[in-house]
């Protein structure tokens, strides 16, 4: 098992620039496929904004973030990122990291068997 934490999110306005990390305890971090999901104010969905494998060698992004958040992995400090630029107050939302053992890039919640409990990202207009 993993256990996952994530830290990082505030309160930014519309343009600004913010470092989600997300650090896991537990089992072989190595070993986990990463991925970051969202799920906006009344919302009951949680939605994929990016993705790493359990090396760091290929990454997904959802279309509306690609050029604007880097996913990353360090697997030494047992911690993985989210890079986000430009940010839109549409992104408002809790940000999720979750990890599945030895995954792909999947982009389904379903596809991911541990959670963190979230941090909260507002982007003010």
């Known amino acids: 098992q993993v256990q996952l934490v994530e830290s990082g999110g505030r309160l930014v306005p519309a343009g600004g620039s913010l470092r989600l990390s997300c650090a896991a305890s537990?089992?072989?971090?190595?070993?986990?496929?990463i991925a970051w999901f969202r799920q906006a104010p009344g919302t009951e969905e949680r939605e994929i904004v990016a993705?790493?494998?359990?090396?760091?060698?290929?990454?997904y992004y959802r279309e509306s973030v690609k050029g604007r958040f880097t996913i990353s992995r360090d697997n030494t400090e047992n911690t993985a990122y989210l890079q986000m630029y430009r940010l839109k107050p549409e992104e408002t939302a809790v940000y999720y990291c979750?990890?599945?053992?030895?995954?792909?890039?999947?982009?389904?919640?379903?596809?991911?068997?541990?959670w963190g409990q979230g941090t909260q990202v507002t982007v003010s207009s």
């Open positions: 537990g089992s072989a971090f190595n070993t986990y496929s």
């Open positions: 993705a790493i494998t359990w090396g760091g060698g290929n990454k």
């Open positions: 979750a990890a599945q053992k030895w995954g792909g890039l999947g982009s389904e919640a379903r596809e991911y068997e541990y």
